[in-house]
C-alpha cells in the first residue's frame, strides 16, 4: 500500500506542469521585481516573434498575423486568418526571443528605476569613483549607475584620474542623444552646502542655515550662515573646534580652496563690511534705489578688499546681492601740501587738466567695481 501511494505521487509531479509553474513564476517574478506588468512583457514578446518570423520567413502581410503565448507555457503560435501557420520548430526561435525580450524590458525597467531614485537624490552629494575619461567629460560610478561630469561642472584647480574616489554633487538628469544620463559637479556650490549638511549636525538639524553660497571653484568661496537657535553661534559651529569641521569641507573640496565663512545681517553695512573681509576699517555708502554700494577702503586694505582679480569684491558682491564700488583714501588722507604739489606737477605735465578733486575717489587703477 505504501508503495503504491509512492507512485501515485510521482505521477501527479509530472514534468508538465513544472514547465507550466517555470515560465509563469518566471514571469510573474521578473514582473514583480522589475516593476513590470507581465501583460506588457507579453505583448512585447508577440511584438518581437512577429519580427523574428517576419525575418526568418521573408513576410510582409504582418497585419494579417497574430500572435498568441501561453502565459502558463510560455508555447508561442502564429495564426493568420485563424489558422495556425507556425513553422515547425519556431518554438526554439520563439523561445530565444522572449528571452532577449525579457532581459532588455528588464535592463530598461532597471535603468528607468534607478533614474527615479536618483531623481529624488538631485541637490544632494554622493560618493563616486572616477571611472574613465570621454573625450573632457569624466565618466563616475555612482554606486548603482554610472555619470557624467562635464568639463564645466570641474573644478579649474583638480586634476582627476582613475579610481579617485570623491564627493560629487548630483546637479541633474538631462537627455541627450546616448539617453538620460545623471550630471554630477565638483564646481556647483551646492557641493559646498552638502559638505556642510555632513560635517556640521547644527545644520543637518536646521539649527544653524547656511543663508546664501557664494563660490569661484578651486578660488574662494564665501559662506553666510544664521542661527535659529537662541545660544548657538553659527559661525563657531560651522568653523568647529581648532577649525576641524571647516577643514574637513576644504579637504574634500581638494584642500586649495579657501573658505570664508561670515555671519548673516540683515543690516547692508554690516553685511557688506564682512563679506569684504579679510579688509576692515571699510566706510560704505548705499544708494538703495539702485542696491550699489560705494566702499572706501584705506590704502593698506585696498588690495585685501578687491582681492586676486578682483575675486574678493566679486564674491561679496554675489553673496550680499549688492553692486559694489570699491575706492581708496589716499585723496581724502593727503594733507593740504601735498594736494598742491600733486596739483602743480599735474599742470605742468597736463596744461589743460582740471583742478585736482579732494573727494574720496582713487585713481582708476584703485577703483574696483563688481556687480
Not at 532597471?110 to 544632494?124: H, I, M, N, P, R
Not at 574634500?252 to 579688509?279: C, H, R, Y
Amino acid at each position: 500500500m505504501l508503495l503504491r501511494w509512492e507512485a501515485n505521487q510521482h505521477v501527479d509531479t509530472t514534468m508538465p506542469a513544472t514547465i507550466r509553474s517555470e515560465f509563469s513564476l518566471a514571469l510573474n517574478q521578473v514582473a514583480t521585481e522589475r516593476g513590470i506588468d507581465p501583460q506588457v512583457v507579453l505583448d512585447t514578446i508577440k511584438a518581437a516573434i512577429l519580427a523574428a518570423y517576419r525575418k526568418d520567413y521573408g513576410t510582409t502581410e504582418l497585419e494579417t498575423l497574430t500572435v498568441e503565448v501561453n502565459a502558463d507555457t510560455g508555447e508561442a503560435k502564429i495564426f493568420k486568418d485563424g489558422k495556425d501557420i507556425t513553422p515547425p520548430g519556431f518554438g526554439r526561435i520563439a523561445a530565444q526571443t522572449a528571452k532577449q525580450v525579457i532581459l532588455q524590458r528588464i535592463r530598461e525597467a532597471e535603468k528607468q528605476a534607478v533614474l527615479a531614485d536618483f531623481q529624488t537624490k538631485v541637490g544632494s552629494i554622493v560618493s563616486g569613483m572616477v571611472l574613465r575619461f570621454d573625450g573632457p567629460n569624466v565618466i563616475v560610478d555612482i554606486g548603482r549607475t554610472q555619470a557624467v561630469m562635464p568639463p564645466q561642472e570641474q573644478s579649474q584647480s583638480e586634476r582627476y584620474h582613475l579610481n579617485q574616489r570623491l564627493t560629487f554633487y548630483i546637479e541633474g538628469i538631462r537627455e541627450t542623444m546616448r539617453g538620460n544620463e545623471i550630471i554630477v559637479s565638483r564646481g556647483h556650490k551646492g557641493l559646498v552646502e552638502g559638505l556642510f549638511k555632513r560635517e556640521v549636525p547644527e545644520v543637518s538639524s536646521g539649527a544653524v542655515e547656511l543663508r546664501v553660497v557664494a563660490r569661484e571653484a578651486g578660488g574662494r568661496t564665501k559662506v553666510a550662515v544664521y542661527s535659529t537657535q537662541t545660544g548657538v553661534d553659527p559661525v563657531g559651529s560651522c568653523v568647529g573646534q581648532k577649525g576641524v569641521r571647516v577643514q574637513a569641507v576644504i579637504a574634500e573640496m581638494g584642500g586649495s580652496e579657501k573658505v570664508d565663512i561670515i555671519q548673516w545681517n540683515d543690516d547692508p553695512k554690516q553685511f557688506i563690511t564682512s563679506a569684504l573681509a579679510p579688509a576692515k576699517d571699510l566706510d560704505i555708502a548705499l544708494d538703495e534705489k539702485k542696491k550699489a554700494a560705494v566702499v572706501t577702503a584705506p590704502e593698506d586694505q585696498l588690495s585685501l578688499a578687491i582681492g586676486r582679480d578682483g575675486q574678493n569684491v566679486r564674491l561679496a558682491a554675489k553673496l550680499t546681492g549688492w553692486k559694489i564700488d570699491i575706492r581708496g583714501k589716499e585723496a581724502t588722507q593727503a594733507s593740504p601740501a601735498t594736494q598742491a604739489t600733486q596739483a602743480t606737477a599735474a599742470e605742468k605735465k597736463e596744461p589743460k587738466t582740471e583742478t585736482p578733486s579732494t573727494s574720496a575717489e582713487a585713481p582708476a587703477d584703485k577703483q574696483v567695481k563688481s556687480e
